[in-house]
């Protein structure tokens, strides 16, 4: 029956030379039937011709030619950095049949994300984080590596950190279970990598 194999650079770069050809080769032996899912296809690149990426990429694109009938191949990643993947071998984008785009998350989907992920972890969230991460989700959906439900997973981990530095300045013996479950809107934080430039008011000075 046939599974979902998801590999990523290290599953398919050997460490010496001849390497790399070999384990990719005997991933696709092994993914007969199945379907091979590569996440962030382009970290294969390391801006150096001829290098283990480009052989993994090259041995792909013969084992998907060799095996087109019995294995689907599915790469992933953000739109510019797949093109420059896509360019880096002449026979790697005819072999891709389908194209699929996926817009950005919604600021309103990526809240219902936390709301899922705080969920899955028995957590709850303040009336008041909403309004705290308003902004904050405007400013790094603007940003060129927002990572869109991974945005939102590290803002919840984050705060997690933040919430357990906040309760041991507590009196333990009087904590309750609704505190401890509890995630504040002070436990979330701006992320360093965001520019202030997007979060801050602007002011306009004038001289005579």
């Known amino acids: 029956m046939g599974r979902l194999h998801e590999v990523g650079r290290a599953d398919l770069i050997g460490q010496y030379v001849g390497w790399t050809a070999q384990k990719v080769t005997v991933l696709f032996k092994d993914s007969m039937g199945s379907v091979i899912f590569i996440d962030?296809?382009?970290?294969?690149l390391d801006g150096h011709e001829n290098s283990y990426g480009d052989e993994a990429i090259s041995t792909i694109v013969a084992e998907m030619e060799n095996r087109r009938e019995d294995i689907v191949v599915i790469f992933a990643g953000y739109t510019e950095k797949m093109n420059d993947f896509l360019r880096r071998n002449p026979g790697l984008r005819s072999r891709i049949a389908f194209h699929v785009p996926f817009s950005d998350y919604k600021s309103d989907e990526l809240l219902q994300i936390l709301d899922y992920i705080a969920e899955k972890h028995s957590m709850k969230?303040?009336?008041?984080?909403?309004?705290k991460l308003q902004p904050i989700i405007n400013a790094a959906i603007k940003s060129?590596?927002?990572?869109n439900g991974r945005f939102m997973r590290n803002l919840f981990e984050k705060a997690r950190m933040n919430q357990s530095t906040r309760l041991l300045e507590m009196d333990i013996d009087?904590?309750?279970?609704?505190?401890?479950k509890l995630l504040t809107a002070d436990d979330?934080?701006?992320?360093?990598?965001?520019?202030?430039?997007?979060?801050?008011?602007?002011?306009?000075?004038?001289?005579?």
């Not at 969230?125 to 309004?131: G, S």
């Open 40 to 44: 962030e296809a382009y970290s294969l």
């Open 125 to 131: 969230l303040d009336e008041k984080v909403i309004d």
């Open 144 to 147: 060129s590596d927002f990572g």
């Open 174 to 180: 009087c904590l309750t279970e609704s505190q401890v």
């Open 188 to 208: 979330f934080e701006t992320p360093k990598h965001l520019s202030t430039s997007t979060m801050q008011i602007g002011f306009i000075s004038s001289y005579e």
